[in-house]
C-alpha cells in the first residue's frame, strides 16, 4: 500500500511553506502578535513544520530507493 | 468569548481536508474485498498501527476534557495518561495480543465466539454496536456546540460537513483510511497544541513560575502548596486533593480495573493492534502507542494547569464561558487558551488540530462498528457466509460500505437526539461505559484459565453488567441534582465526588464478573475440546518464539523501555 509518510510530508512541507510566508508578510505588524509574548510564532511553526515535511520525505524515498 | 478566524486560518483548515480525503481517495483502488475494508488486510506496519492506537483514544472530548480536568484538578489529571494506561497497554501487548492476534479473530465479540459460545459473542456484538453509535454522535454533538458557540457556525452545518468528511474518507478507505489519518492527525494534534504550551509556559515564568504561582490558590483552596504540580504527593487521603480520591481508589479503580477494561477489551483500541501486520507487530503497537501517551499530559494538561493560574489573575484577562448556574464550563478550557495565544496562521492550525481530534474519535467509532455489524451480527445472523470466498468478500465489502453510511446516519441521529434530550444521552453513556469492566475479567478468565465455560461467560457479562447499574442506581455523588448522576432507585450510599462513584462502579462490576464467571464453570461443563481452544487460551497455546532482533525492537524489551520511562515520569512529578 501507499506510504503513510508521502502524504503527511507533502502536508506539513505545503502547510509550513504556506504558514512560513504568512509570518513573513505579517513580520512588521506587531500588534498581531502581542497576543503570542511579541514571538513571531508562524515563522517559527512554519520553519518547523517545513522541516518535519521534508524529513518525512526523506524517509519516504529512502525507503523506496532501497 | 468569540473567536475570530481569518482566510489563513480557514486556508489551512480546507488544506487538511483536501489531504484527508485524498488519503482514502487514494486508498480506494486496494479495497477489493471485505478483509481490505474491514481488517485493512492485517498490513500495517506496528509504528502506524501504533500511532493510530493512540490517535483513536485522543478524540474532541479527550483533548478538551483533560485539559479542562488539569484546570480542575491540576497534574493529578495524569493519572489517567500514567497508571491509568501504561500498565494496562504493557499487559494487553505482553500477555493477551498474542491470543487475539493469534485466534485470527477478526473482532473482540468473534473473540468472544470462538473462546466461548455464540450467546455471550450476540450480547457482546450488540451493546458494543449500541455503544459506538451513541458515543461518536454525543461527540459530534459536543464538537458542533463548540463550533457554533466559539466560531459562531451553525449547528446543523458543522454537524454535517464533519459527519461527511468522515464518511468520505472511512467509505473509500475502510479502515486503513481511518488507521492512516489517525496517523495524520495525531501530528497535526502534536504540532497544532505545540505552540500554546510553549506560549503559556512562558507567560507564566516556565515551570518554575507555574507552581509559585499556584502555591496561593492551592492554599486559598484548602490544600497543600504544590497539589496542583503533584501527582501521589497529596493522595494518601480523599480530602487533601481536589480529585477527591485517595490513592487506592486511583490504584485500583482507575489503574487497574477502569484501565484495563478500556485498553484491553475496547475493541475500538484493539482493532488498531488487529490490523497489524503480524503477531510481533500486533504486540508492539500498544507498546508505540504508550510512548506518546505518556506525553500527552505536558501537551494538553499543562496548558489547563496554566489556565487556572490565569484565571485567578486578572491582569490576564482570561475567562471561561459560564453556565446556567454561574459555574464556569471547563471543556472550554483548551479554546479559550488557543484565543488567549494564537495570532492568525497558527490559530488555524490550532483549531484545526481540534477538529482532527474530533475526526479520529469518530472515524474509531465507525470503523469498529462497522466491522462488527458486518462479521458479528449481519455476517452471523442475516447472511452467513456461503463457503465461496470470492463471492462473500464482495458482499461483505458491500455491506460494509453500506453500513459506514448508516452508521454515520445514525450518529447523527444520536447527535440530534443529545440536542433534546441530553440528559437521557449523559445516562446512556454512563450506562454503556459499565460494559467494559465486566468483560475484562471474562476476556482475561477465557485466555488464562482453561476451565472457564460459554454459560459462566455469558452471566459472568450479564450479571457484572446489572450489579453496575444496581450499585449506580443506589448511589449518588454529593449534591447530586439529577438522576442522571445515580440514585434513581434509592440513596444508599454518597460518595464526595463522582470520580469515586464511578471507580467504585467498575470495581464492583468487575469483581462480581469474575466471582460469578468462577463459580458458574466450576459447577457446568465446557463444551469446546482442548483442541478447539488452541492459540485462545494460555496453557493450550505453545509458547511463542522471539523474532531475532534487538533486544530493543522486541516486545518484552519495548515493555522494559515503556516501564522506565512510566516509573522515572511518576517519580518527577510524585
Not at chain 2, 473482532?107 to 470462538?114: A, I, M, N, R, T
Not at chain 2, 453509535?133 to 463548540?146: D, E, K, Q, R, T
Not at chain 2, 507555574?210 to 501527582?231: E, F, Q, R
Request: charged share 10%; aromatic share 14%; net charge positive.
Amino acid at each position: 500500500m501507499v506510504d503513510i509518510r508521502i502524504p503527511i510530508g507533502f502536508m506539513f512541507s505545503i502547510l509550513g511553506v504556506l504558514i512560513t510566508v504568512f509570518g513573513l508578510t505579517t513580520i512588521s505588524d506587531t500588534e498581531m502578535y502581542v497576543k503570542s509574548l511579541g514571538t513571531n510564532v508562524n515563522i517559527i511553526m512554519g520553519l518547523l513544520m517545513l522541516v518535519f515535511g521534508l524529513v518525512m520525505l526523506y524517509f519516504a524515498w529512502k525507503k523506496k530507493k532501497a | 468569548m468569540r473567536l475570530e478566524l481569518t482566510w489563513i486560518d480557514y486556508l489551512i483548515m480546507i488544506i487538511y481536508f483536501v489531504f484527508v480525503i485524498g488519503i482514502g481517495w487514494f486508498l480506494k483502488k486496494y479495497m477489493k474485498n471485505a478483509n481490505a475494508f474491514l481488517e485493512a488486510g492485517r498490513s500495517m506496519p506496528a509504528w502506524v498501527a501504533g500511532l493510530a492506537f493512540i490517535s483513536t483514544n485522543l478524540g474532541a472530548l479527550e483533548v478538551m476534557g483533560m485539559s479542562g480536568s488539569g484546570m480542575k484538578y491540576g497534574m493529578l489529571t495524569a493519572h489517567f495518561f500514567w497508571v491509568g494506561a501504561i500498565p494496562a497497554m504493557i499487559f494487553l501487548a505482553l500477555f493477551m495480543m498474542p491470543f487475539y492476534y493469534g485466534s485470527k479473530a477478526r473482532s473482540v465479540p468473534e473473540f468472544l465466539k470462538l473462546r466461548y459460545d455464540e450467546k455471550t459473542r450476540a450480547l457482546n456484538a450488540i451493546l458494543f454496536a449500541v455503544m459506538t453509535v451513541l458515543a461518536s454522535g454525543i461527540s459530534m454533538y459536543a464538537l458542533a456546540i463548540l463550533m457554533e458557540n466559539v466560531l459562531g457556525w451553525p449547528f446543523d452545518l458543522s454537524l454535517w460537513i464533519s459527519a461527511l468528511i468522515v464518511l468520505c474518507y472511512t467509505y473509500l478507505g475502510g479502515l486503513s483510511s481511518a488507521i492512516y489519518n489517525e496517523v495524520l492527525q495525531f501530528f497535526i494534534i502534536v504540532i497544532g497544541l505545540l505552540p500554546l504550551v510553549v506560549l503559556s509556559l512562558q507567560d507564566v515564568g516556565g515551570w518554575a513560575g507555574l507552581k509559585s504561582s499556584l502555591a496561593p490558590i492551592a492554599t486559598a483552596n484548602g490544600y497543600a502548596p504544590d497539589v496542583y504540580t503533584t501527582t501521589w504527593s497529596h493522595a494518601g487521603q480523599a480530602n487533601t486533593n481536589p480529585m477527591g480520591t485517595a490513592w487506592y481508589g486511583i490504584f485500583f479503580g482507575l489503574g487497574f480495573v477502569l484501565s484495563f477494561g478500556y485498553w484491553c477489551t475496547n475493541f475500538l483500541i484493539v482493532q488498531r493492534a488487529f490490523a497489524a501486520e503480524n503477531v510481533n507487530a500486533a504486540r508492539k503497537v500498544p507498546l508505540i502507542g504508550a510512548i506518546p501517551k505518556m506525553f500527552i499530559p505536558f501537551l494538553i494538561i499543562v496548558p489547563g494547569i496554566i489556565a487556572l493560574v490565569l484565571f485567578n489573575d486578572p491582569s490576564k484577562n482570561f475567562t471561561l464561558p459560564l453556565d446556567a448556574s454561574g459555574k464556569p464550563i471547563y471543556d472550554y478550557t483548551i479554546i479559550m487558551l488557543l484565543k488567549q495565544y494564537l495570532p492568525a496562521g497558527v490559530l488555524g492550525l490550532g483549531i484545526t488540530a481540534l477538529l482532527a481530534s474530533f475526526m479520529s474519535g469518530m472515524a474509531g467509532n465507525v470503523s469498529a462498528f462497522n466491522t462488527v455489524w458486518t462479521y458479528d451480527i449481519y455476517g452471523s445472523y442475516i447472511r452467513k457466509p456461503t463457503g465461496n470466498e470470492e463471492a462473500d468478500g464482495k458482499h461483505y465489502l458491500h455491506v460494509g460500505r453500506i453500513t459506514t453510511i448508516v452508521g454515520v446516519l445514525l450518529s447523527i441521529c444520536a447527535a440530534y437526539i443529545a440536542t433534546k434530550f441530553g440528559n437521557i444521552m449523559d445516562f446512556l453513556q454512563t450506562i454503556f461505559s459499565m460494559i467494559n469492566a465486566p468483560l475484562f475479567a471474562v476476556i482475561f478468565l477465557g485466555m488464562f484459565w482453561k476451565r472457564t465455560t460459554g454459560h459462566a461467560a455469558f452471566s459472568g457479562l450479564l450479571i457484572g453488567f446489572l450489579s453496575a447499574l444496581l450499585h449506580h442506581g443506589l448511589t449518588a455523588p454529593v449534591g447530586a441534582t439529577t438522576l442522571v448522576k445515580g440514585g434513581w432507585i434509592t440513596v444508599l450510599h454518597t460518595y464526595p465526588v463522582e470520580m469515586a462513584q464511578n471507580f467504585w462502579t467498575a470495581i464492583i462490576a468487575c469483581s462480581i464478573a469474575t466471582l460469578v464467571t468462577v463459580g458458574i464453570s466450576i459447577v457446568t461443563k465446557r463444551k469446546k475440546s482442548d483442541a478447539d481452544l488452541k492459540g485462545l487460551v494460555y496453557s493450550l497455546t505453545p509458547r511463542l518464539v522471539e523474532e531475532n532482533v534487538p533486544w530493543y525492537q522486541r516486545p518484552s524489551g519495548l515493555a522494559v523501555i515503556v516501564g522506565v520511562i512510566f516509573l522515572v515520569l511518576t517519580i518527577m512529578f510524585w
